[in-house]
DNA sequence: GTGAATGTATTACAGCTGTAATCCAAATAA
DNA sequence: TTATTTGGATTACAGCTGTAATACATTCAC
């Protein structure tokens, strides 16, 4: 079974972008960044280049202009890229991950809510 | 105030060691990874003096030899990646992140009461 | 048909990373 | 005292990343 590619920082906002969308031509992706990022679209089309030289993405020429598409699912790509953020910062235990984010005091009283839910849901 | 210097991954496994003891010798450091890594030597003063150069760490000449210290807490360090990670991969929401991780079934039935259990205490 | 625009391919370049090796000075052994 | 060892400083080098610019080819407007 084949693993993801490494999906570097900038790359991941290319991705999403496909993976809301698929296909888009290169000039859908560079406007659909635009709002969020100040890259210029040359850069946009080296990240381009890039995914599918990693073969994270690929294209097929519809009317003269290239669409892309994804390879991997997001799916794939969160797990993979959270299991190995987990181990390198926390030793691969998801535990002291919630805790720590609990001490943050990042969550409301309704998320806790929720996530209690969603836990009761998994025991039931 | 003054934000954590980004730490690699390699970097990191030098930084857990100078967090569970400090200070250490860079001998030390090096017989701690020799188990968890092949790394030589070499590599490993390389990373100290990387550590160094981008103040995660510090260093003082106790008996001819440097005594190597960390600069940052575990703590901070923890929670700048934590926060960096779940930006990038979830656009900041911790829940989803949690959903994820209870599909994959990766926690038992154990760390799911456990979870509650920490939930709860949050509520109380 | 020729120049302008547009999309694609190639090239650029510095900083970070992984992974060391080499050089040098001080201490130690003989 | 001289050769060896050892620790620290400097250098190496390729691959990945961020961030594009330039070169080239095709198409479209005149």
């Given at each position: 079974?084949?693993?993801?590619?490494?999906?570097s920082?900038?790359?991941?906002?290319v991705?999403?972008?496909l993976?809301?969308?698929?296909?888009?031509t290169?000039?859908?992706?560079?406007?659909?960044?635009?709002?969020?990022?100040?890259w210029?679209?040359?850069?946009?089309?080296?990240?381009?280049?890039?995914?599918?030289?990693?073969?994270?993405i690929s294209y097929?020429q519809?009317?003269k202009?290239?669409?892309?598409?994804p390879?991997?699912?997001?799916?794939e790509?969160?797990?993979s890229?959270?299991?190995?953020?987990l181990?390198?910062?926390?030793?691969g235990?998801?535990?002291?991950?919630?805790?720590?984010?609990?001490?943050?005091?990042?969550?409301?009283?309704?998320?806790?809510?929720?996530?209690?839910?969603?836990?009761?849901?998994?025991t039931?």
């Amino acid at each position: 079974m084949t693993s993801v590619p490494h999906i570097s920082d900038a790359e991941w906002e290319v991705m999403k972008v496909l993976w809301a969308k698929t296909p888009c031509t290169a000039n859908e992706v560079i406007e659909a960044l635009a709002d969020q990022t100040d890259w210029k679209p040359k850069t946009i089309r080296t990240l381009l280049n890039r995914l599918a030289l990693k073969q994270a993405i690929s294209y097929s020429q519809e009317n003269k202009v290239y669409a892309y598409f994804p390879l991997v699912s997001e799916d794939e790509c969160v797990k993979s890229e959270t299991t190995s953020f987990l181990k390198r910062i926390y030793g691969g235990a998801f535990k002291p991950l919630l805790v720590n984010f609990l001490k943050e005091d990042h969550l409301s009283q309704e998320d806790i809510q929720e996530l209690k839910n969603i836990l009761d849901d998994k025991t039931k």
